[in-house]
């Protein structure tokens, strides 16, 4: 993969962590550099932000805080947690977290102790301001449930589907199987069976705060 294409991935991730993440007022003033960030990218990748970017734009603050939790809260398909979509609230997602941290630590890395570790944002930061190709691993080990969340979030029209739709479009075109699981999750949903996140949460809290490339979160 070129120089070029890489730095391209990495202004989508970076933008799309920024967008994604819950709103403030940081968020309102920075949107003008955003729409400047997609206007740099190719088509594929900078359109789809910019729409993002233009949605967001018309609301108000207090606005988009409701539509936030309304879309991302209260929307079993539209979780941001990656692990959530392959292990519902089970034993098993508790490990993947796990994971997550591992592959943080492994690149000098320490994720924010206010979310948990495979929260999109947090794994779209990783990928943009520490390691690449570690990030995207990341993200094509989700891919399934972040191509649910991508299509979830454009049936219902939602401001943000720009942005994962940038995401989604910095990974390699979906193979035949892929799609197959992807339409599966959509069908059935994550796992049920709530067992908490015990093996995640007796690893301990992480101190150290979340680099950034973008002016700071």
Not at 34 to 47: D, I, K, Q, S, Y
Not at 56 to 73: K, M, N, Q
Not at 133 to 144: F, K, N, Q, S, V
Not at 166 to 175: D, E, K
Request: glycine residues 8%; proline residues 7%; negative net charge.
């Amino acid at each position: 993969m070129s120089r070029m294409h890489t730095d391209d991935h990495r202004a989508v991730w970076q933008s799309a962590s920024l967008l994604l993440d819950y709103p403030d007022v940081r968020l309102l003033e920075r949107l003008p550099m955003l729409e400047r960030v997609a206007a740099g990218l190719p088509g594929t990748l900078g359109e789809p932000l910019r729409h993002t970017v233009a949605a967001l734009a018309t609301c108000d603050l207090a606005g988009l805080e409701s539509a936030y939790v309304e879309t991302f809260d209260d929307t079993r398909r539209n979780s941001l947690f990656l692990t959530y979509f392959a292990h519902g609230d089970t034993r098993k997602r508790g490990m993947a977290l796990l994971r997550f941290r591992h592959v943080y630590r492994a690149a000098g890395y320490e994720d924010s102790p206010s979310e948990l570790p495979d929260h999109l944002c947090v794994a779209l930061e990783f990928g943009a301001t520490i390691d690449p190709e570690a990030g995207r691993r990341l993200l094509l080990d989700h891919r399934a449930g972040l191509e649910v969340l991508r299509l979830s979030l454009a049936e219902t029209g939602a401001p943000w589907a720009g942005a994962v739709e940038a995401v989604c479009a910095t990974l390699p075109p979906l193979r035949g199987d892929e799609s197959e699981a992807i339409r599966r999750l959509a069908a059935e949903g994550p796992p049920e069976e709530e067992v908490g996140l015990a093996p995640y949460a007796a690893a301990g809290p992480v101190l150290l705060p979340m680099p950034t490339t973008l002016g700071g979160r």
